[in-house]
């Protein structure tokens, strides 16, 4: 019955979501890989950094480690919905650009099954993709598309080139998955996810003499597959001090999709040659994790997490991605757990992280990014819910290339995520 309630709630969000939301993006870095990864960071993470695999908690939803399940509460009902807005900052030498986006992050739910098992179910974006941007130059000599032969302009003819790209799609996922604690202190669990999607990027160039070919290519993946990830953890605790231990996997495998690419020459209005190729397969990569968590007196908490994503075995419409490596710190402060003041019941944090590119530019590899968080658990104080949280987090990073020329991006991001924590499970007693 549990379960009904929570795909019942999903199947209405999973019609009403996409309907409404934008995927956000505009930068030129989502034409590579799989476009710009989201991960599984839910309100409480955002706040941290993103760390999440050594934390555990009864009263939030932790989707970066499925072994933290375990620990919900036996009749509560955790419901957790996030998004965010964006102000990005894009500049290439003197050339700068804003733009302002909201994006919708994800939408998860979770509850207690049995003693000692728990369960969650949510859906949110696996990767983003939107950029257009194009560039022009006036050229003496250009090759022709068809023949590969290089022709030379005519004294006093001034040829115009410009070359656009174009990207939109990106892959979502749904999840479920489940926590188990065998005994006392120790637990594992399993998110098991349908990623589904569509990533397109065109690009063409365009000649000012219309005699000129114009060739244009267009490349394609319609993705339908699966994502497993496990996870454990280990909690000790010793008086007032409890320490976290955390570890996950990720189950790499081949994703056997259409992956194409189309090329196609045209002069004028007439299509005089047009090729489908079919490319090399892309992968979903294996991925390892480890993260802890010391928290003091349940008030003062520090984590950090470390993760790798082996991208570097896989491929993209023929280009070699890079293993992503991602480190995070992170912590929360309590002023006081039992106050009728807000501010002194607020849960106060802030983090840093730092992760490379899943993929390469030419022969550079991506930009690094850093980026670093603050935020505010405000905890909903009435007469009949003490226990749910309005999760806000402001969030600056820095996206950095690695080689000269190529655009350097600048993020603000406000997150706000509404975590729902109420006693459905209850049973009512007559007197």
Known sequence: MKAFKALLILAVAAFAFPATAENGMNSPYTRYGFGQLSGMEAGVNKGLGGTGIGLRNNSQINLLNPASYAAVDTLTFLLDVGVSLHNANFAEGAVKMNARNTTFDYLAMQFRLKPRLGMTIAMMPFSNIGYNFSNSAVIDSYQDPTTGEIIKSEEGEEITVTNRYYGDGGLRQVTAGLGWSPFRGFSVGGNFSYIYGEVYHYAYNQYSETSISTRTKQYIADISTYKADFGAQYQAA??????????????????????????????????????????SPMSIPSGYGAGLSYTFDGRLTFAADYSVQQYGVTNFFGYKGADRHRASIGFEYIPELVTRKLFRRARYRAGLHYATAHYYVGDQKGPTEYGATVGIGLPIMNGWNGKSIVNISGQAVHVRPNAPGMI???????????????????????Q
Do not use: C, P
């Not at 570890?247 to 495998?253: E, V």
């Not at 991006?409 to 459905?424: A, D, I, K, T």
């Open 408 to 430: 350097t991006e600048n993020y603000l991001r406000l997150s706000v995520g509404l975590s729902f924590n109420e006693g459905w499970f209850d049973k009512w007693k007559v």
């Open 238 to 279: 010793f008086g007032k001090n409890r320490i976290t231990l955390g570890a996950t996997y990720q189950l790499g495998h081949v994703i056997d999709n259409d992956i194409y690419v189309i090329d196609m020459t045209s002069t004028g209005t007439s299509v005089t040659s047009s090729d489908t190729l079919r490319t």
